[in-house]
């Protein structure tokens, strides 16, 4: 087995910009992904399909093509809708893929510390949309989370790693991707076996997908899905010695 330390320091890519768990089953082939970014290339008003335009800025992000990538998000970002938040937190992943951790940590800070008010203002709504605000402040400061436990363990603070794990988990307790990270991380701590045991059961209780994607292949590199194969593979290992499986 093998920890995710070693893994080249990749967490939280277990939830990849757009794509969910039980998607990674259906997109794995080359030839379905050029399809895919076809039709997604087809949406070029940004204004009337800023969502879909996410969607093909990730495709940008993946293939490392990222001043396109950059632009695009770029321009949703302007326009100030809600689809701009989470353009935000892909242009954030952007500049980790290009090493730029600094930049990105700002703009996750950022979205961290925005509340559901500020949110609203920014959205020019009104406070009848409070509870739709919170819903989407609670998903991106997730995924902000996620990001800066990825940030942190790149810079080898595995505490501060954790600490942001932990943040995640508090605004979304049912994501497994989470659980699965902060287990990865506790994986070779002996003393902390039983909390490893917690956090993979969780996980499994959390995603009825998951034990149909354990046995996902990771030798095509070029994957949009390789580094979320690696943490399912790794933890595939963890399930075995923990003999959970």
Do not use: W
């Not at 001043?67 to 353009?87: M, V």
Request: aromatic share 8%; with cysteine; net charge neutral.
């Amino acid at each position: 087995g093998d920890s995710i330390l070693k893994a080249h320091k990749n967490i939280g890519k277990l939830n990849h910009p757009i794509h969910h768990l039980d998607a990674l089953q259906k997109t794995r082939n080359k030839n379905k992904r050029k399809k895919y970014v076809e039709k997604l290339e087809k949406y070029r008003d940004v204004e009337k399909s800023s969502r879909v335009l996410n969607y093909l800025a990730v495709e940008k992000i993946s293939q490392g093509m990222y001043e396109e990538a950059e632009k695009l998000l770029a321009e949703i970002i302007s326009l100030k809708n809600k689809d701009s938040f989470l353009a935000s937190v892909f242009m954030g992943e952007c500049l980790i893929q290009k090493g730029e951790f600094d930049r990105a940590k700002e703009i996750f800070d950022r979205l961290i510390d925005i509340d559901e008010e500020s949110m609203l203002k920014e959205l020019n709504m009104g406070m009848e949309y409070l509870q739709d605000a919170m819903i989407i402040s609670n998903d991106i400061k997730q995924r902000c989370y996620s990001k800066q436990a990825e940030i942190s363990l790149i810079n080898d603070d595995k505490e501060a790693a954790i600490h942001y794990i932990d943040q995640a988990i508090n605004i979304a307790p049912y994501a497994s991707q989470h659980y699965l990270n902060k287990a990865s991380l506790l994986y070779q701590n002996n003393d902390m076996k039983e909390q490893f045991n917690y956090l993979i059961l969780t996980a499994l209780k959390n995603n009825s997908f998951l034990p149909n994607l354990f046995n996902y292949p990771i030798e095509n590199k070029e994957s949009q899905y390789y580094h979320q194969s690696i943490v399912l593979s790794t933890v595939t290992t963890m399930i075995q010695n923990s003999k959970l499986g």
